[in-house]
T-cell receptor, first 116, second 111 residues
Framework: EPEVTQTPSHQVTQMGQEVILRCVPI?????FYWYRQILGQKVEFLVS????????KSEIFDDQFSVERPDGSNFTLKIRSTKLEDSAMYFC??????????????FGEGSRLTVL | KNEVEQSPQNLTAQEGEFITINCSYS?????LHWLQQHPGGGIVSLFM???GKKKHGRLIATINIQEKHSSLHITASHPRDSAVYIC?????????????FGKGTKLTVNP
């Protein structure tokens, strides 16, 4: 079965540093998402992306966050100046518009970010 | 108040038992998802429902739109079913695509 891949699986960074998390969504999917899960808490929506632009974002997704789909395959989440509270597991997800599994989200394995 | 509530929070069963996990939500939705989160953290989609019932192997998911309630059943549970099961909904708000998640139900199946 096709899968969403994320890199890195774990990143440790110093507070204030920039971090880029990378995702390769399923190739024929059109909708892309980033979610995060702080340890011990529920998964939270960050941003959705469709047709090369942000379609929806949460209150968490402030000016220090940005997303890009630079080359038609990768989908990246950039955190410009990391804070301690950005430590979390970040999940990329994608979904397609048609077929028997339309609207179903396919998640990557997650990128664990630790900010020191 | 959380928009998505799951019960129980934790569930321990013996191998072979029939498992039910419940999810209630407080908003209008376009779809409800059941997801499985492995101990390593990865999330797998099990079902997406907007009405009725779906079955896949030993897993059955039902939804009652009028009562804003869904259940996930596991028949003949096995230790490999041990995971966190998460209910998430697509709120029906102006074309929103995001999922709103419950806190999850941690299932442990003992041999």
């Amino acid at each position: 079965e096709p899968e969403v891949t994320q890199t890195p699986s774990h990143q440790v960074t110093q507070m204030g540093q920039e971090v880029i998390l990378r995702c390769v969504p399923i190739s024929n999917h059109l909708y892309f998402y980033w979610y995060r899960q702080i340890l011990g808490q529920k998964v939270e929506f960050l941003v959705s992306f469709y047709n090369n632009e942000i379609s929806e974002k949460s209150e968490i997704f402030d000016d220090q966050f940005s997303v890009e789909r630079p080359d038609g395959s990768n989908f990246t989440l950039k955190i410009r100046s990391t804070k301690l509270e950005d430590s979390a597991m970040y999940f990329c997800a994608s979904s397609g518009a048609g077929g028997s599994r339309a609207g179903e989200l396919f998640f990557g394995e997650g990128s664990r970010l630790t900010v020191l | 108040k959380n928009e998505v509530e799951q019960s129980p929070q934790n569930l321990t069963a013996q191998e072979g038992e029939f498992i039910t996990i419940n999810c209630s939500y407080s908003v209008g939705i376009s779809a409800l998802h059941w997801l499985q989160q492995h101990p390593g953290g990865g999330i797998v989609s099990l079902f997406m429902l907007s009405s009725g019932k779906k079955k896949h192997g030993r897993l059955i998911a039902t939804i009652n739109i009028q009562e804003k309630h869904s259940s996930l059943h596991i028949t003949a549970s096995h230790p490999r079913d041990s995971a966190v099961y998460i209910c998430a909904v697509n709120p029906r708000r102006g074309g929103s695509e995001k999922l709103v998640f419950g806190k999850g139900t941690k299932l442990t199946v003992n041999p």
